[in-house]
């Protein structure tokens, strides 16, 4: 049994559930139970405090976790990275009050920053020689220029708006962020055997996003030429119609260039063209 560490309720809990139920692995968010077995994978799930996942990785508590990267680094706890998630994806910045105006790093020199990344913040300061003052508080961080509390703040931003509305204004972007799963360093190999299933799962929905099936009917005297816009997985699929002039022609095409591939497939006389999504694919 491999036992992940889920962070029980914000803004992780969602995502890393629905990359689970996609994945076939059923585990009901039983909220007050903080240890649920999966009916149909041999995964339990730990229901943490997004703050303890790293720690709770590293020290073998939990096996696997999900945390954003901006917790891992903060916590510097030693597990590593098995995957990026491409989920909660955030920025953490330096931001000032708006009116301030702004020339450059230095005028951080013998300030005070309000941050709840304590450690990220001390490292970005001693690498650009800036000598400020941190000031650690857990939330509600963006309020305390505002409120005479600090100067600055050091902090999560996503669409901006919190700054915007605390009268804040980005001035520095000190890392990106996602979602990580990340794993201990000492997983038995049974562990390491049912985390490999898990990933396989995780890659096929993974490679199914953006893809459409789609199935059409084509002249055959112009078979070649839809063939040689079709990119496919490997060739596209032709099957024979009753009316020997026509054949069916299935393929998957990527969301991104789903469009302008069509409009072709319908200059060259492709008609009945149908398209449904698809929910997995094993490459
Ligand atoms: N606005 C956002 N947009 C995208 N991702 C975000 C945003 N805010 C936070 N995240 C990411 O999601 C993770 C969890 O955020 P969440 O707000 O649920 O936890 P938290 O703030 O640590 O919890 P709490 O508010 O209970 O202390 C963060 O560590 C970060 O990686
Ligand atoms: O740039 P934005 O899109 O406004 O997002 C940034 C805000 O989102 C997070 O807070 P959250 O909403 O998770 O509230 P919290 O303080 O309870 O963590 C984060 O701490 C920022 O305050
Ligand atoms: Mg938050």
Redesign the pocket.
């Known amino acids: 049994m491999l036992r992940i560490a889920v962070q029980s309720k914000?803004?992780l809990f969602d995502d890393t559930m629905n990359l689970l139920a996609e994945a076939d692995i059923k585990v009901s968010s039983g909220r007050r139970t903080l240890l649920v077995q999966s009916q149909n994978f041999p995964l339990e799930v730990l229901y943490l405090r997004d703050d303890d996942i790293p720690q709770s990785v590293a020290s073998g508590v939990a096996d696997i976790g999900v945390v954003g990267e901006n917790e891992f680094v903060e916590r510097g706890e030693d597990a590593k990275i098995i995957s990026r998630l491409g989920f909660s994806k955030?920025r953490l910045s330096l931001a000032i009050p708006k009116d301030i105006n702004y020339q450059g790093l230095a005028w951080f020199n013998g300030k005070k920053i309000a941050t709840s990344y304590p450690n990220i913040l001390q490292h970005f300061m001693e690498q650009h020689n800036i000598n400020a003052e941190i000031h650690v508080i857990t939330?509600?961080?963006?309020i305390s220029p505002g409120i005479g509390l600090a100067d600055g703040i050091f902090?999560?931003?996503?669409?901006?708006?919190?700054?915007v509305s605390n009268n804040l204004s980005e001035v520095e972007v000190v890392m990106q962020s996602e979602a990580l799963l990340i794993g201990n360093k000492n997983m038995s190999q049974e562990k390491r055997e049912i985390l490999e299933q898990m990933l396989f799962r995780f890659k096929a929905v993974k490679d199914a996003e953006d893809k459409k099936y789609v199935r059409m009917n084509a002249p055959k005297a112009r078979l070649q030429e839809i063939i040689s816009v079709l990119p496919g997985l490997k060739s596209p699929t032709i099957i024979p119609l009753a009316d020997d002039d026509w054949c069916s022609v299935h393929t998957v095409l990527d969301q991104k260039r789903f469009w302008e591939i069509i409009g072709k497939l319908k200059e060259m006389g492709a008609q009945g063209i149908l398209v449904t999504p698809i929910e997995k694919m094993i490459l």
Do not use: A, K, N, P
């Open positions: 914000g803004r955030c939330g509600s961080v963006e902090d999560i931003v996503s669409s901006g708006s919190t700054l």
